[in-house]
């Protein structure tokens, strides 16, 4: 079955940087897209960004184009998000989620804990 | 990037059937359908049903999807104290090329 495990977040003032990490096991990790998506405190779910299996197909929410950064390396069954420009209202728990196909669709069949991302002076 | 509409709350009695609904448009819920998630309070989603309404392994058949038009619909049976939840629908808008989620519905089981 497939494990997913998030690091990488914390307690960042605006403007700094974070880079979160996903460390996929127990299936083929280079066959299927991956999500990162968030939940504010309280909140509904919140679709961040996508990757296709082999990462030539990426797509971002309006809310962190062009400030987010999703990468994967299949080598090391790992996804990443690199999240620069961090504003307050990125403030959420983190989750990575695996499709269930090689592109992005909205099947995202397992999902890991999470991991929490606090913006704050 | 506006996200699909789903009620706030919905409460039902033990035993009773809740159907769930979920309004999107042509280019999500209406051509890509639309999927299920579960999330008790303190854990991470769990998928309930695919886009194309099927289960995955180990989900109730109590559970069930469809779609009618740019609506989709989750209906559970015979309601446990276990179902009571916060239930998200999530579909691929093809013309964004994004995921778009719905704001939740929390099911009360009275």
């Known amino acids: 079955e497939a494990h997913l495990v998030e690091s990488g977040g914390g307690l960042v003032q605006p403007g700094r940087s974070l880079r979160l990490s996903c460390a996929a096991s127990g299936f083929a990790f280079d066959d299927y897209a991956m999500h990162w998506v968030r939940q504010a405190p309280g909140k509904g779910l919140e679709w961040v960004s996508g990757?296709?299996?082999?990462?030539?197909?990426?797509g971002y929410a309006d809310s962190v184009k062009g400030r987010f950064t999703i990468s994967r390396d299949n080598a090391k069954n790992s996804l990443y998000l690199q999240m620069n420009s961090l504003r307050p209202e990125d403030t959420a728990l983190y989750y990575c989620?695996?499709?269930?196909?090689?592109?992005?669709?909205?099947?995202?069949?397992?999902w890991g804990q999470g991991t929490l991302v606090a913006v704050s002076s | 990037q506006a996200g699909l509409t789903q009620p706030p709350s919905v409460s039902k009695g033990l035993r009773q059937t809740a159907t769930l609904t979920c309004t999107g448009n042509?280019?999500?819920?209406?051509?890509?359908?639309a999927a299920w998630l579960q999330q008790h309070q303190g854990h991470p989603p769990k998928l309930l049903s695919y886009r194309n309404n099927n289960r995955p392994s180990g989900i109730s058949e109590r559970l069930s999807a469809s779609r009618s038009g740019n609506t989709a619909s989750l209906t559970i049976t015979g309601l446990q104290p276990e179902d009571e939840a916060d239930y998200y629908c999530s579909s691929w808008d093809s013309s964004l090329s994004v995921v778009v989620f719905g704001g939740g519905t929390k099911l009360t089981v009275l």
């Open positions: 042509s280019n999500n819920v209406g051509n890509q359908g």
């Open positions: 989620a695996k499709d269930s196909g090689y592109e992005t669709t909205a099947d995202l069949d397992y």
């Open positions: 990757i296709s299996w082999n990462s030539g197909s990426i």
